[in-house]
């Protein structure tokens, strides 16, 4: 007998439907989230069908969690080495992007992040944790300095982790994934990738 477990909605509100998947998505989530460094009580999310998509989500809600607080759409920053996915997800969100030059290893160069910061905007910024064609990794360190000495109205850090997150917690680069380390906002990974 086949089974369809239907996705829908928040799977920390109610059981909406007798074939719901809300119960398998929040024990995935509390199983993952010690991995990631994240505090049980900012453990939340759900079980997506890609990295794209959850790169989706936390673009959306950052946007709308920096303009809920600042009163104004961010300007999202991306690496020029990202996955392209993350431009588009901006165009679809008609959010303005701002594509940063990266250095030789691929890493969103934090030098010339700096000189594309708009204080005056909120910053939704997207971290590359193993980007498409380089494997890059941001320095979240560097960007963060950036942001303390820029100091822009409002952030929102997301990481798209969905190359190297799935299985970085359980190496000697862990702490790369860490929330408690890093203080990131949201992070896609991607089950199948790992």
Known sequence: ???VLVNVGNPFVGESFLL???F????VIQTVA??????EDKAWGFVTASGTDGNMHGIYFGAKKLQKETGMLPIVYISK????SAARICDVQNLEVRLVDHDRQG???PDCFRKAVDPSRPVLIVFAMGSTFMGAIDDQDAIQKVLEEVKPVGVYKHVDAALFGGYFPFTEYRDMVSMKKHGYDSIAISGHKF
């Open 34 to 39: 010690p991995l990631y460094g994240i505090p």
């Open 81 to 84: 080495e990202a996955h392209y």
């Open 1 to 3: 007998c086949d089974m």
């Open 24 to 27: 398998i998505e929040r024990e």
């Open 107 to 109: 890493r969103m160069d």
């Open 20 to 22: 719901g998947s809300p």
